[in-house]
């Protein structure tokens, strides 16, 4: 490895580890190695690979649509998650994402609720499309950037440094996997087949003659907690040998990493740097336990990142 590598990390322990584990598992004479086939790596999205403070780009794409609907339904203003969305009240919605994260899924049930009413009768392809329209001109609430400029400098280089060490890379996201499908090479360079997602039912119809999927209403698969390392296993067929996310919804899916024969490095990132983005550790609580007492690797975003943003200016 070339001090070159991972230019936007620091010369900390967190990255020598990367470095390490890499060699390892690449060196054909050494214990450690493994077949390009076996190199997969696992990343959680929001928060991990992009900024999820004070929402995420997808949960505020469809609080402007609650709020819409409110907009036109002054019944709705009484009701959540349209009350929240329509009088901007941050804080309950942020709040219902943290609780779900420590256990309680009560006001999360209610935002789905109002996803699924959304979702319902539309055609995939509309799905990704307004994705990808949003992320590329809609901006983040505080840091005046698009939410295509949020993307973590360091987290795009540790995509291409795995890459270039034969590992294959997949998003691994509680998100809509019609969202992130409609986002992921351009972002990240993932290829659509390799984002595994959170889901709903779909249906097939004949629409002006051409045959078309649309979903419905309904929910399919939650890819979080101990969904993740399921849809890893029934998309994928491996255990990953490296897994990389930040809160208490990674905890299975970094569990899962490595195993029986298998290598692992397992990376929690930690947000403690609130002057280039937030500090924040609620709702990753047993994460951030499970990481000091098993001896991961924490990635502090104050210490182990010289930059946390791409240089694109206000993006």
């Known amino acids: 490895m070339t001090h070159n590598s991972l230019p936007s990390w620091n010369d900390t322990p967190a990255r ?112 990704e499309a307004e994705a990808a329209a949003f992320v590329a001109h809609e901006r983040h609430a505080t840091l005046g950037r698009t939410y295509a400029a949020v993307i973590y400098q360091p987290m795009l280089e540790l995509l291409r440094f795995l890459e270039g060490h034969s590992f294959t890379c997949y998003i691994v996201s509680g998100s809509g996997r019609e969202f992130l499908r409609g986002i992921a090479e351009k972002l990240y360079g993932i290829p659509r087949e390799r984002v595994i997602g959170s889901t709903v039912a779909y249906a097939y119809e004949l629409r002006d003659g051409v045959g078309t999927i649309v979903q419905r209403g309904e929910l399919d698969v939650v890819d979080d907690g101990p969904g ?74 104050r210490d182990d990142w010289r930059q946390v943003f791409p240089d694109v200016g206000g993006g």
């Open 228 to 301: 993740k390392p399921i849809q890893i296993w029934d998309v994928v067929g491996r255990r990953p040998l490296l897994a990389v996310g930040n809160s208490n919804g990674d905890l299975p899916m970094l569990q899962y990493a490595g195993g029986l024969s298998l290598p692992a490095l397992r990376l929690l990132l930690l947000h403690d740097d609130a002057e280039r983005e937030f500090a924040y550790t609620a709702g990753a609580e047993r994460a951030l336990e499970a990481a000091r007492t098993q001896s991961w690797t924490i990635v502090s975003m």
């Open 16 to 127: 020598q580890a990367i470095l390490d584990f890499v060699t390892a598992v690449a060196d054909e004479a050494g214990p450690g190695y493994v077949p390009p086939a076996g190199r997969v790596a696992v990343f959680d999205n929001d928060g991990t690979l992009w900024c999820e403070k004070p929402m995420y780009a997808q949960l505020d794409l469809l609080l402007r649509k609650f709020a819409a609907q409110a907009e036109h339904d002054p019944a709705l203003r009484e009701r959540q998650p349209w009350q929240a969305a329509y009088h901007k009240d941050y804080a309950w919605l942020g709040g219902a994402i943290t609780r779900y994260y420590q256990g309680d899924d009560t006001d999360v049930k209610l935002v789905l609720g109002g996803i699924l009413a959304l979702a319902d009768g539309r055609a995939v392809e509309e799905v």
